[in-house]
């Protein structure tokens, strides 16, 4: 049988370009440590991976919203906390205002400290973020929830300016956490305090007189309904926490199951490509080999 010498130089051509190729392949392999470069390499372990990577793409994102969520709870909680000391030394105060024995000098003194204590209950509830954005106006986080009208009489100079919607954060699938707060309902603690204040500094001030009682005891009732207003959300926040905390740490182990089998499905088998880069180099070698020795062959060489 003879073969022409045009047909022999395709074939070895071909047979030298094949084995280039899967060389150059396994070396890129090797080098990347993936299995799957192309799509074309194995089409239904890449459709498996493009999803398992989609849904850690989606659980990277819904952990990252958890963790800014976290932040801003753990920042709600820490004024609301300030608050409650606030609103707990107010309350004191105002018992101790309560107490028939005292001269009007003993109450006047307790003018200044409720002031104090006002002030701060206001900067509390109108505290902003490191953006400036107001954390207790619900969503209308570019106004002051309390606002302040200084022409107003004492006992009706505050009022809330936020709203109470929710602003909603996606921290699963089909799952979401409310990450923003309000303050409303303090403003009524304000306008009592500063009631209290107005009749305290009063020139003919008895703590006897019924008119005086009655503002420090709805003053009282005041400090009462802010402390189970504020330590509600406290206990609200704590427990959104817990939920995220709980979120997380199931979004970490579906991670890492993705990841593991991301591993599985696209990490290369550093033994079985080094045997086959092995044996293509073990081929080309002799094919260049076969190659060159044909080529120096006629039929003349026989005679």
């Not at 047909?7 to 071909?14: A, D, G, K, L, P």
């Not at 993705?258 to 092995?278: H, K, S």
């Amino acid at each position: 049988m003879r073969i022409a010498t045009a047909q022999y130089q395709s074939n070895m051509n071909q047979s030298l370009q094949l084995n280039q190729e899967r060389l150059s392949k396994l070396t890129q392999q090797m080098a990347s440590g993936k299995r799957i470069g192309l799509p074309s390499d194995d089409p239904v372990d890449s459709v498996r991976l493009s999803r398992l990577q989609r849904e850690e793409a989606a659980l990277t994102q819904y952990r990252d919203n958890i963790a800014a969520t976290k932040i801003r709870l753990s920042k709600n909680e820490g004024y609301l906390g300030g608050m409650i000391n606030d609103i707990t030394a107010g309350r004191d105060q105002i018992v101790w205002a309560l107490d028939g024995g005292n001269t009007p000098a003993d109450l006047k003194a307790m003018v200044s400290p409720l002031q104090a204590l006002r002030d701060s209950l206001l900067f509390s509830a109108n505290s902003v973020d490191q953006e400036g954005r107001y954390v207790f106006s619900g969503t209308n986080t570019g106004t002051a929830p309390m606002a302040y009208n200084a022409s107003a009489a004492p006992g009706a100079r505050y009022s809330y300016s936020g709203n109470t919607n929710e602003q909603r954060v996606v921290v699963g699938n089909g799952l979401t956490q409310v990450a923003n707060d309000n303050i409303k309902g303090m403003e009524q603690l304000l306008n009592r305090l500063d009631a209290t204040i107005a009749a305290l500094a009063s020139p003919t001030l008895d703590v006897n007189n019924p008119a005086t009682r009655s503002v420090l005891e709805a003053n009282l009732t005041g400090f009462d309904g802010a402390l189970d207003l504020v330590s509600g959300k406290i206990a609200v926040l704590g427990g959104k926490q817990n939920i995220l905390d709980t979120l997380d740490a199931n979004h970490g182990n579906v991670s890492l199951s993705n990841q593991m089998a991301i591993t599985d499905i696209g990490q290369l088998d550093m033994g079985v490509a080094a045997t086959e880069l092995n044996g293509y180099s073990t081929a080309l070698q002799a094919t260049y080999k076969a190659y060159s020795r044909i080529g120096t062959l006629s039929l003349f060489s026989a005679l």
